[in-house]
């Protein structure tokens, strides 16, 4: 059972460069989220999803953008990358709770180490 | 937004010995969470603990909603156990989840 898997796990990318990184769980939960996390600090939401086909922004979403065409796959985009987005970047997911906000615990991938020169 | 205050943020244990850390939080949360991140970066579940008392092994945690904080207890710590204890909260609108700066961890044998 692979749970959270991100795709790459580091890169390296040029000022004004584009690329997407892939989130996929195999546990059919509903809810998936992007988070990033700076030196030192907790993480920060970035954008999440309730269900297939819906995106949300979280706490930072500025300079991503993200889509949910599938349910087992999450993707974040950064389509002009700065070197403020240099960071490391995790992706969870969970199930939907049987009570309103009454979530299931957030399972995370192993994160993805992004370097913006 | 709600606020998440973690401490103490740094803690030196000699292994075997107890500790708690702490998680206050500024509003009413619909859920909580913590996390251990180890060495290599990974974030593992502890507890999912809206309110009330949980036990796993030599962990425990405590959430008193009411008064708005969470604790987590660590017993005859190992060195296994160094790394930083976040906790999350979830609270009003749907997922908008709040990590605390969290408390690094320092277990010598």
């Known amino acids: 059972n692979a749970g959270v898997t991100q795709t790459p796990k580091f890169r390296v990318l040029k000022t004004g460069q584009s690329m997407t990184l892939l989130c996929a769980q195999d546990m059919n939960h509903e809810y998936m989220y992007w988070y990033r996390q700076d030196p030192g600090m907790g993480l920060r939401l970035i954008h999440y999803?309730?269900?297939?086909?819906?995106?949300a922004k979280g706490e930072v979403p500025d300079g991503y953008n993200v889509s949910r065409l599938k349910k087992q796959n999450f993707l974040l985009g950064l389509e002009s990358a700065a070197p403020s987005q240099t960071s490391v970047y995790f992706c969870?997911?969970?199930?939907?709770?049987?009570?309103?906000?009454?979530?299931?615990?957030?399972?995370f991938g192993d994160g993805t180490r992004l370097s913006i020169l | 937004g709600i606020q998440v205050e973690q401490s103490p943020p740094d803690l030196i244990l000699q292994e075997g010995a107890n500790s708690t850390l702490r998680c206050n939080f500024s509003?009413?949360?619909?859920?909580l969470q913590w996390f251990h991140q180890n060495p290599w970066g990974q974030l593992i579940n502890l507890f999912y603990i809206p309110s009330g008392t949980k036990q796993n092994g030599r962990l425990s945690a405590t959430t008193v909603a009411t008064e708005r904080y969470s604790l987590l207890y660590i017993s005859s710590s190992q060195t296994t156990d160094s790394g930083v204890y976040f906790c999350a909260v979830v609270a009003g609108g749907y997922q908008k989840v709040t990590f605390g700066t969290g408390t690094k961890l320092q277990v010598i044998p």
């Open positions: 999803s309730v269900g297939e086909g819906t995106t």
């Open positions: 509003d009413s949360v619909n859920n």
């Open positions: 969870a997911s969970s199930y939907r709770g049987t009570m309103d906000y009454s979530n299931q615990p957030q399972h």
